[in-house]
């Protein structure tokens, strides 16, 4: 009796200990992992609204969102309020998500290779990969720059295509608008939401 | 006749004043060719847009160029056999070297100028024309072009203002005074078909290389600037830092544009 219930127990704390040891997640595995889902989202029996829907899902849990939306926002998010960056955050994450949906959903089965991986620091992991080139495009080189701050839970935080910068390209846009507007942050956030309605 | 003479003259001065007035006031004093100092300098978010009211307007103009005559023509190349497309860009590629290897010896790069010029030789003679690619082949080192605007970035000439020329698109003050050099003489390609008269070639195969030149990039291109309009707020915005950033890449040839991301935009958010 005492056997088994010492069995039980030295059962029960394995399992306890099992589930509480934390494992890292290697940037380039999340990259293909993630790449992964996108291509069977893709290439499912899904209809355009099902698939736009499944990617603003698999966005949501491995893309830093509300780190691109400050990133883009620049120096401005210094000056800006609680209530505004509320506001920002919000209207970011349904511009991000549609627009990041518009543009997978047009490919029907991408092909990504992931090739290598280098740390830059504790924060940041580059991790490269090829587009296979199709009839008719080339092939494109894409980096992944991933946050691994928590290790366990990577987040990507840019895109850069063939060396150029998705959150950069974006922030130099949202600069645009905003000194267009004469510093008006609000005309950013009214192309933003205005975006998101199309 | 000797009133012309003294019109020319004085044109040709004041020419001169100007391009040595805008070299001045490009060139920083500290000028160095130290790799940080080349990638602050050309930063895109510190490439001033002087002109932004023409370069919009310069803008509309390319895109209604680009809608009626460079897409169309584009949408039709890109569904061409890959041989003849391949054939095609190598070919294009392979007559870019005139203008690559002078620039390799320029920016102290001799053993690149000497690949190049070894990559040109091969593929122009057993690749007939640059059609086949031999030289990546038999393991060549990947080709990037260079150009007037990259050696003068290189010596530590600032960009000055941003710019966008009707055809000829987005540019910088700098890359726009460079790219000069090749109607001065700095382009071999252009001396033989334009500025001299040979037997073999005619303006007309210069000008034809320029314009599939454009077609070819278009259609390399497609969906990336398709999905780029698509999906941008302000695309005049978003192609003026897609086209430094280009810039910026090409003058360092090297990762450190990507590196240089590690800055403090990033490092201050956390979460």
């Known amino acids: 009796m005492i056997k088994k219930i010492l069995t039980i127990f030295t059962i029960l704390i394995s399992i306890t200990s099992f589930n509480s040891i934390s494992y890292s997640i290697e940037p380039d595995i999340f990259v293909q992992s993630t790449v992964n889902r996108a291509a069977s989202t893709l290439g499912g029996n899904l209809n355009k609204e099902q698939r736009v829907e499944e990617l603003k899902k698999i966005a949501k849990e491995t893309v830093d969102i509300y780190g691109v939306g400050m990133y883009s926002l620049g120096a401005t998010r210094k ?108 005309a950013l956030f009214d192309n933003l939401k205005n975006f998101s309605n199309k | 006749m000797r009133l012309n003479y003294n019109i020319r003259a004085s044109m040709i001065k004041k020419i001169t004043i100007i391009l040595i007035t805008t070299i001045a006031l490009m060139v920083n004093v500290n000028a160095s060719s130290d790799g940080e100092l080349l990638l602050k300098k050309n930063n895109p978010a510190e490439i001033d847009d002087c002109w932004e009211g023409f370069n919009r307007a310069s803008f509309a103009l390319n895109q209604g160029l680009d809608k009626v005559i ?114 001065m003489g700095g382009d071999a390609w252009y001396n033989i078909t334009v500025a001299n008269d040979t037997q073999h070639v005619s303006e007309f195969d210069y000008y034809a290389s320029r314009v599939i030149a454009g077609v070819d990039f278009r259609a390399k291109n497609y969906d990336s600037i398709e999905n780029l309009q698509k999906n941008s707020l302000d695309f005049y915005a978003s192609v003026k830092s897609v086209y430094l950033q280009d810039r910026q890449q090409k003058i360092l040839n090297s990762n450190q544009v990507i590196e240089s991301m590690d800055d403090s935009d990033w490092e201050e958010i956390g979460n």
Not at chain 1, 85 to 108: C, G, I, M, P, W
Not at chain 1, 130 to 158: G, Q, S
């Open chain 1, 79 to 186: 000056s800006l309020n609680d209530e505004q960056l509320k506001t920002y955050n919000q209207v970011f994450e349904n511009y991000f998500l549609k627009s990041f949906a518009d543009r997978l959903a047009e490919y029907s089965n991408p092909i990504i290779e992931v090739n290598s991986k280098e740390k830059l620091n504790e924060n940041y992991t580059i991790v490269s990969s090829t587009l296979v080139a199709t009839d008719k495009r080339p092939a494109i080189k894409i980096e992944w720059r991933i946050y691994t701050k928590n290790p366990d839970a990577p987040l990507i935080r840019d895109l850069i295509i063939e060396g150029l910068s998705l959150a950069r390209t974006q922030k130099e846009e949202f600069s645009s608008i905003i000194q267009s507007a004469n510093g008006d942050v609000n």
């Open chain 2, 70 to 183: 460079f897409k169309p023509v584009a949408s039709v190349y890109r569904v061409l056999p890959t041989p003849i497309k391949s054939g095609v860009s190598n070919s294009l590629d392979n007559l870019s070297n005139v203008v690559t290897i002078p620039n390799n010896i320029l920016q102290g790069e001799f053993s690149k100028a000497g690949v190049n010029t070894g990559r040109f030789l091969i593929n122009t003679t057993v690749g007939i024309l640059g059609i086949i690619d031999v030289a990546s082949l038999i393991g060549f080192e990947e080709y990037e072009k260079e150009d007037y605007g990259q050696t003068l970035a290189v010596h530590g000439v600032g960009p000055g203002c941003y710019l966008v020329l009707p055809v000829l698109g987005p540019k910088t003050a700098r890359d726009t005074l460079a790219s000069t050099l090749n109607f």
